[in-house]
């Protein structure tokens, strides 16, 4: 039995909390009128307890202030150093998904036209691959019903989905049962 691939690493992966929390210290550091001392233990605790779902530097400020009492919390050049927080996510997150790609040998199985479906927010979505992204493991899916322009720099236009979270499904010929003689 061969071991399972580990969970792919996301913005709130505690990897990339710290990272961002360790590249955002000697900033945040810098700007403090009073040293804390533990500083970097506040931010990852704010990174992980007060973001609900995206980082803004006065939200995060704002947690250090009621949950730490850095009373100097809310100062503007400290939310604006703490607004990088959601930059600095993204980049860590995409190299250490690339990596995870790379050890874990992950290849995407489905190919470019594959009918696929796949959920978006709270919706379950249909449309066709229109590229994949193999450093991430990515589908650029294009729903079913909508117009996508053709991009002379060879961008696809789509929605970017993890390949773990796609499913491919099979399209029915003329929305039914009907038989290719039009017979029932």
């Known amino acids: 039995?061969?071991?399972?691939?580990?969970?792919?690493?996301?913005?709130?992966?505690?990897?990339?909390?710290?990272?961002?929390?360790?590249?955002?210290?000697?900033?945040?550091?810098?700007?403090?009128?009073?040293?804390?001392g533990n500083e970097l233990d506040h931010l990852k605790s704010a990174l992980e307890d007060c973001s609900y779902g995206h980082w803004e530097g006065y939200k995060l400020a704002k947690c250090l202030d009621e949950h730490y009492y850095w009373s100097d919390a809310c100062d503007t050049q400290l939310c604006e150093i703490l607004d990088n927080a959601e930059a600095i996510a993204y980049k860590v997150c995409q190299v250490l998904v690339s990596d995870w790609v790379k050890s874990n040998k992950i290849e995407p199985p489905f190919p470019v036209g594959t009918a696929v479906e796949f959920v978006s927010g709270w919706n379950k979505l249909t449309g066709k691959v229109a590229a994949i992204n193999y450093g991430t493991a990515e589908y650029a899916v294009q729903e079913d019903g909508?117009?996508?322009?053709?991009?002379e720099s060879g961008f696809v236009e789509g929605y970017l989905v993890p390949y773990e979270r796609v499913k491919a499904i099979e399209k029915e010929a003329a929305h039914g049962s009907a038989n290719a003689d039009g017979s029932d």
């Open 146 to 151: 909508k117009t996508y322009s053709p991009s």
């Open 1 to 36: 039995m061969s071991n399972p691939t580990p969970p792919r690493p996301g913005k709130f992966s505690p990897e990339v909390i710290a990272a961002v929390a360790e590249r955002l210290l000697p900033s945040v550091q810098e700007c403090l009128v009073e040293v804390h």
